[in-house]
C-alpha cells in the first residue's frame, strides 16, 4: 500500500476514535491535539512494518493509533514542560485549557494508548506491551535527560546521542518492531526493523538539528536559528564547545551568556563559528553513519527486496527533507 | 493471613520495587513518594481478595503493588493540580523537586505500574488489563469531576457520589477483583467484591467528610473543619446547600462567599448550620446506605464464612475508624 493510503487509514482511525463524552475538559483536548494533524510517521511506520511480513494491515491499525496516542500524550506533556504556547501553530492544550488540564488529559491519553495497543492476539499481547512499556518508559528517560541538559554546561555527544536515541529513536523502533510482529515477523527480523527504525531516528534527529540552523528559510517551517537563539544543546553546539579553542571559545561562551541580543546577529555569529570549526560536514557524518547503521539491519531482513522498497523508500524521503 | 502480615508482605515489595537509578530526578521522586507510607490500604485489600479463593497471595503480589504505585502516580499528580504543599507531612513531589518532575516522574510511575500489573499468568492478563484500564480512566474522571465542581455553585448530591465513585471508590473495587481473579475467583463472585470494595469506598469518603467536620480533634490528623474553610464541595455542603432557606441560606451563602474571615469562627458557624439542618444524621444514613449495599455484595460470595471473615472485620474497621 502507498505512504498516502496509510496514512488516510491513520487518519480516518484518529477521526473514529472512541471517547467518552463526560467530562468534556477531560477528553475535548485529546480530540483537539489529534485533530492537528501531523505526518502520522510513527503509525504508517506500524503498518508499512506489518506490510513487509502481511497483505493485510488491518490488524495492525489499533495498534497504529495507539501509538499515535501515545506519541501525542508526549507532546501534551512535555509541551507544559517545555511552556510553548503554540503546537502545529495552533494553541498548546495547557495554553487553549490550563496546565491542570493538561496534565489529567494527558494521563487518560496514556491510558487510552494501552487499551489501543491491547487490541492485538492475545499470542501477541504480552509481547507487544512488553515493548510498548520499556519505549514509554525510556521516552520519559529521554524527556528527563533532555530536561537536565538544559542546566549542564558541558554535554558529552554521547549523552546527546543517548538522549534523543531515548526521547525520540525508539519510539520509531518500537512502532516498526510492533507493527512487523502484528505482521507475522520472527522476532529477530522484528528486532532489526526496530534497531533500523531507532538508528533512523536518531539520524533524522541530527538533521532536524543541522536543519534548524542550515535549512532553506523558505522550506523550513520554524525560525532559522531558533536553536540557536535557545541555546539549545543540540549535536551542533555540543561539538562546537568540544572544539572551540582560544578567541572562538571565548566568542561562543559569550554569544551562550549574554542575556540580551539581537537574535539575527548572534544566529549569524554562532553560524559562523559553526562554519570555522566545519560542524555542519561533522554533524552530517554522523548522521550519515546512523543511517549506515539503519540500512544494514534492514538487510538482514529477509524478505523480498519489493517488500522492502517502501521502507527504504520512507527512510530516503526523510533524509532528504529540506524542513 | 492477618492484615499486619499482608502490610509487611506489601512494605518489603515497596521496598523491593525495581527501578532504575538513571535519571534520577526520573526515579527518585518515586521511590520518596512510596516510601512515604500510608495505610496500604489497596494492595492489601488485593491480597484479601485473593487471600478468600487461595492459600497462597504470593501470586497477587506484583499486582498488588502495582495497584499501590498506580495510587501513588495520582497522588503525585493530583498534589501538583491541588497544589498541595505536603503529603503525608513531608514535602510533595512537586515542592521538593518540581512540577515538570513531578509531572514526568508520574508519567513514568503510570508505566511501572503497568509493567507490574502484568505479572500476572497469561490467563488472566487480558482481563486484568481490562479492568485496570478502564479503573485508571474513571480515576482521571473523577478528578476532573472534583476539579470542575470547585467552579460550581450548584452540584447535586447524585453527582456528587458519582465523583467519589470514580476518584476514590472504583479503585477499591478494583484492587478488589483483581486480587480475587488471581486467587481464582470466577468473574461473578469476583465483581461482587468489585461492588463491595466500591460500595465500601462510597461510605469510607463519606466518613471522612463527616470526620472533617466532627471528628475528635485530638484524633483527627489533620485541621478539624478544613473542608469547611476551603468551600470544599464534600457530601455535607452540597446538602446544607440543598436544604437552606431564608436566613440560614443566606447565613451559609455570607460563609462561602466572604474571602477573608476567622477561620475558627467560619468552622463554628458552618457548623451551626450542619447541627440545624440535621446533616450529620443524613450523611450517616447515606453513609450507611452504602455499608448496607456492600455488605449485600459480600454475603452473595458463596465461601465459608471464615474466609470472608477477614475483609469484613477490614470493613468494619474502616467505618469505626475516628481520623
Not at 539503519?294 to 523508500?313: F, G, S
Request: a negative charge; aromatic letters at 6%.
Amino acid at each position: 500500500m502507498k505512504i498516502k493510503e496509510l496514512q488516510h487509514l491513520i487518519n480516518t482511525e484518529v477521526e473514529q476514535l472512541a471517547l467518552p463524552g463526560n467530562p468534556g475538559e477531560l477528553y475535548e483536548p485529546i480530540t483537539y491535539l489529534m485533530a492537528l494533524g501531523g505526518k502520522r510517521m510513527r503509525p504508517v511506520l506500524t503498518l508499512m512494518a506489518c506490510n513487509v511480513f502481511s497483505e493485510d494491515v488491518q490488524p495492525a491499525l489499533k495498534a497504529a493509533l495507539g501509538i499515535e496516542v501515545f506519541h501525542n500524550f508526549s507532546l501534551m506533556h512535555d509541551d507544559i514542560m517545555d511552556n510553548a504556547p503554540l503546537r502545529r501553530g495552533k494553541k498548546t492544550v495547557h495554553e487553549k485549557w490550563n496546565p491542570n488540564i493538561a496534565i489529567l488529559s494527558g494521563d487518560v491519553m496514556l491510558v487510552k494508548a494501552y487499551e489501543l495497543m491491547m487490541q492485538v492476539d492475545d499470542h501477541l499481547l504480552r509481547t507487544v506491551l512488553d515493548i510498548f512499556n520499556k519505549t514509554a518508559a525510556e521516552v520519559c528517560e529521554g524527556q528527563q535527560m533532555d530536561m537536565n541538559f538544559e542546566g549542564h554546561a558541558n554535554v558529552e555527544v554521547e549523552q546527546y546521542i543517548e538522549m534523543i536515541g531515548l526521547k525520540t529513536a525508539v519510539l520509531l523502533g518500537a512502532s516498526l518492531k510492533i507493527g512487523a510482529l502484528i505482521g507475522g515477523a520472527a522476532e529477530a527480523e522484528a528486532q532489526h526493523l526496530y534497531e533500523f527504525g531507532k538508528n533512523l531516528g536518531i539520524a533524522f534527529q541530527l538533521q532536524d538539528d543541522i536543519l534548524d540552523v542550515f535549512g532553506d528559510p523558505d522550506k523550513f517551517g520554524k525560525q532559522v536559528g531558533g536553536d540557536i537563539i535557545a541555546n539549545k544543546k543540540t549535536y551542533l553546539l555540543i561539538k562546537a564547545i568540544e572544539l572551540a579553542e582560544h578567541s572562538t571559545k571565548d566568542e561562543l561562551k559569550h554569544w551562550i551568556n549574554i542575556p540580551i541580543f539581537d537574535a539575527d546577529e548572534k544566529v549569524k555569529a554562532v553560524t559562523n563559528i559553526y562554519n570555522q570549526l566545519n560542524i555542519r560536514e561533522q554533524a552530517e557524518n554522523m548522521m550519515h553513519s546512523f543511517v549506515v547503521k539503519a540500512m544494514d539491519h534492514i538487510n538482514c531482513i529477509e524478505v523480498t527486496p519489493e517488500r522492502k522498497k517502501q521502507l527504504i523508500d520512507f527512510a530516503g524521503q526523510l533524509m532528504v527533507r529540506e524542513h
